[in-house]
């Protein structure tokens, strides 16, 4: 049984609320450039470091696990994200270059987020026993409404945080003045919010043993 694989599950928590904070960040850095930077066409820019970044460090990050293991590899991207996150909570006061800095921090993480949870997969279906190889579409389709989820989940994530501030939405064409209230929850929802969830993501992932016991067989070994 699935529920039964605790290693799966960990995995599955661990990457629910990581794909939900990256969508969150996704669907947040409009309103970020828009009401923090007061540079909407930034939007394309930081939009860029976020996920070209993926081009380069996809394959740094294995050769990484390689040596170091998945899960170090994962929980190094893990910190990186809330980090870079955090960088953002200083808007543009230090100038724009910590921004794309803050924000190509994420790119690479995010890179890092995207590929071990899904190599581990397999890793935590073989540790069940043999029999569980025969249930693995049912775990692809577990995984899948995981990430989905995720998905669907960050951007009313943010969309709570906005409303909690009293964010006022514009048709096209207006301009809304928004309350110090609504700024604030424009910037922590798109900084404080992710870096919590990203770190409640790490902490579920360190009870994932599977990375920590190949590492202690190959050393006896």
Same mark, same amino acid.
């Given at each position: ?6 290693? !799966?599950?960990?995995? +599955?928590? *661990? ?6 904070? #990256? ?10 450039? &828009?009401? =923090?930077?007061? &540079? ?17 460090? #996809? ?6 696990? &390689? ?8 929980? @190094? ?11 953002? %909570? ?11 800095? +803050? ?12 590929? !071990?949870?899904? *190599? ?6 073989? =540790?069940?026993?043999?029999? =569980?190889?025969?249930?693995?579409? *049912?775990?692809?389709?577990?995984? #899948?409404?995981? =990430?989905?989820?995720? $998905? ?10 906005? +409303?909690?501030?009293? !964010?006022? %939405? *514009? ?5 809304? #003045?928004? $309350? +110090? ?14 870096? @919590? ?25």
């Amino acid at each position: 049984m699935l529920r039964a694989n605790a290693h !799966f599950r960990v995995l +599955a928590a *661990s990457y629910l609320l990581a794909s939900t904070t #990256t969508h969150l960040v996704l669907a947040g850095l409009p309103y970020y450039t &828009r009401y =923090e930077l007061g &540079r909407p066409g930034f939007t394309t820019v930081l939009m860029a470091a976020f996920v070209a970044p993926a081009l380069i460090a #996809t394959p740094l990050w294995f050769r990484l696990s &390689r040596r170091a293991g998945k899960q170090r590899c994962l929980l @190094a991207a893990q910190s990186g994200f809330a980090l870079g996150a955090l960088g953002l %909570a200083a808007g543009d006061r230090l100038g724009l270059a910590p921004v794309v800095a +803050a924000t190509l921090l994420l790119g690479v993480s995010f890179a890092g987020i995207q590929l !071990f949870p899904f *190599s581990m997969v397999p890793d935590a279906i073989r =540790e069940a026993g043999p029999g =569980e190889l025969a249930r693995t579409g *049912s775990y692809l389709g577990v995984w #899948t409404a995981t =990430e989905a989820i995720g $998905s669907a989940a960050g951007p009313y994530v943010y969309a709570g945080a906005l +409303a909690l501030g009293g !964010f006022v %939405a *514009s048709r096209a064409g207006d301009q809304v #003045t928004q $309350s +110090a209230q609504a700024h604030s929850a424009i910037l922590t929802g798109f900084t404080v919010v992710p870096a @919590a969830l990203m770190v409640v993501s790490l902490l579920l992932q360190l009870r994932y043993r599977l990375d920590a016991r190949a590492r202690s067989g190959r050393t006896a070994g």
